[in-house]
Structures are given as C-alpha cells and as structure tokens.
C-alpha cells in the first residue's frame, strides 16, 4: 500500500547538520505512523524518531533535542532534520511506515547513509 524512498544522506563533520526526506506514495499515508531508523555495522537496527498520524512525535533518548521529524501529509513526505550530528550517529537511515491496526512497521525504504566523521 506503501512505497517509500529515502534521499538527503551524505558525509559530514560532527557538529553539523543533515536533512533527510522520505518521499510516500498510497492513498493511507496520512493514516501511517512514520518512523526513521538507523542501523550501524555490527549493530542491531534502532528507531531514532517517529511521528504519528495526528502529529505527535516520539524520539530515541539519544536524539532528543536534536533531531526532529516531521510529515507533510498534502505532499507525502516525511523528514528527518538532524542537528549537532555525532560519530555515533552514523549509519543506514530507513523510513518506515505502520498502519494503524499493524504492531509492526509494514513498509521500508532501501535506506540512506550517513556518516558523520570526528
């Protein structure tokens, strides 16, 4: 029901800031949780943020303050604007969609890198 593609990964120094978007397509995606996710080598997968169809927000503890998600549900994008970014930051960012009635996110894009050098 959804598809989605991630854009906006790249190589930057820590301290700086990268924005990330996750274009959308399906008629039910102001309906979807959206969630960006980060996976380092060696490392298990990690929600970092998420936003919900009525626009709240959660956010993983070691992002709080500086990343912040948010969705335009007119053009089906979602984005990641991440400041003061940190070497641990690093890795595959995924978007990711769940409907409503599903525990799980359903729908993955193919991920985009990031890397952020000291």
């Known amino acids: 029901q959804v598809q989605l593609v991630e854009s906006g990964g790249g190589l930057v120094q820590a301290g700086g800031s990268l924005r990330l978007s996750c274009a959308a397509s399906?008629?039910?995606?102001?309906?979807?949780?959206m969630g960006w996710h980060r996976q380092a080598p060696g490392k298990q997968r990690e929600l970092v943020a998420a936003?919900?169809?009525?626009?709240?927000?959660n956010y993983a503890d070691s992002v709080k303050g500086r990343f912040t998600i948010s969705r335009d549900n007119v053009k089906n994008t979602v984005s990641l604007q991440m400041n003061s970014l940190k070497p641990e930051d690093t890795g595959v960012y995924y978007c990711a969609a769940r409907a409503v009635r599903k525990i799980l996110y359903d729908y993955w894009g193919q991920g985009t890198q990031v890397t952020v050098s000291p």
């Open positions: 936003i919900v169809s009525g626009g709240g927000t």
């Open positions: 399906g008629r039910t995606f102001s309906s979807y949780t």
